[in-house]
């Protein structure tokens, strides 16, 4: 059984920063690609939005294409512990951010990371908001 806790999300202006965190209970998790989706204000579940994942080794990492450059995906082994490190907020970044796990030791569904379907495990959620 996997358990995935996020954390870390907040209120911030336009322009700065925030790290999210998305802690990890379970066995190997090494072993599973994690990913980082987002539902925006009146969003249904279904509606939620890719926004980054890694592989299970972290050698591999996929964003959409509104992030890239100022999102950056992570992981600490140590602490089974993935984070999503978020800068130059826009507005239109303000969400409930998700973490997901899914098992793919031998990173054979890396084409799917960004299917919300594809995941067995999420968290509760953390909210980012973002202010003009």
């Known amino acids: 059984q996997v358990v995935l806790v996020e954390s870390g999300g907040g209120l911030v202006q336009a322009g700065g920063s925030l790290r999210l965190s998305c802690a990890f209970s379970?066995?190997?998790?090494?072993?599973?690609?994690m990913g980082w989706f987002r539902q925006g204000p009146g969003k249904e579940r279904k509606e939620r939005e890719f926004?980054?994942?890694?592989?299970?080794?972290?050698?591999?990492?996929f964003y959409v294409d509104s992030v890239k450059g100022r999102f950056t995906i992570s992981r600490d082994y140590a602490k089974n512990t993935v984070y999503l490190q978020m800068n130059s907020l826009k507005p239109e970044d303000t969400a409930v951010y998700y973490c997901a796990a899914v098992r793919d030791p031998y990173q054979r569904y890396s084409t799917g990371y960004s299917k919300p379907d594809l995941y067995d495990y999420w968290g509760q959620g953390t909210q980012v908001t973002v202010s003009s």
């Open positions: 379970g066995r190997a998790f090494g072993s599973y690609a």
């Open positions: 926004v980054a994942a890694a592989s299970g080794s972290g050698t591999s990492t």
